[in-house]
């Protein structure tokens, strides 16, 4: 059984840094992208950051390029994103996904395995 668990969210003040993790089980995803998306009360969930199996691309939404850097490490079988200068608009629960396809993409219908999501809160 396939499964991914985000740890890291909290509450942060405006400005401030926050490391999201996703470990992977019940299969290796070193040959397969990942990505971390988020959902913020009554919005669609969005994309924030791919990478690829190798780590050498790497793509981000433009309203978080510049400030999260999204990282993996296939030897633990997980993925993070270390988020910095935080706004409140970031506010939302973040979800770690990866597809069964191998090529890196930004769209979350190509993204088979997600996690249970966790809450990221920056207030003002």
């Known amino acids: 059984q396939v499964q991914l668990v985000e740890s890291g969210g909290g509450l942060v003040q405006a400005g401030g840094s926050l490391r999201l993790s996703c470990a992977a089980s019940g299969r290796t995803f070193s040959e397969n992208a990942m990505g971390w998306f988020r959902q913020a009360p009554g919005k669609e969930r969005e994309f924030v950051a791919a990478?690829?199996?190798?780590?050498?691309?790497?793509y981000y939404a433009d309203y978080v390029k510049g400030r999260f850097t999204i990282s993996r490490d296939n030897a633990k079988n997980a993925v993070y994103l270390q988020m910095d200068s935080l706004k409140p608009e970031d506010t939302a629960v973040y979800y770690c996904?990866?597809?069964?396809?191998?090529?890196?993409?930004?769209?979350?219908?190509?993204?088979?395995?997600w996690g249970q999501g966790t809450q990221v809160t920056v207030s003002s």
């Open positions: 996904a990866a597809p069964k396809a191998v090529g890196v993409t930004t769209l979350a219908q190509r993204y088979d395995y």
């Open positions: 990478i690829s199996w190798s780590g050498g691309t790497r």
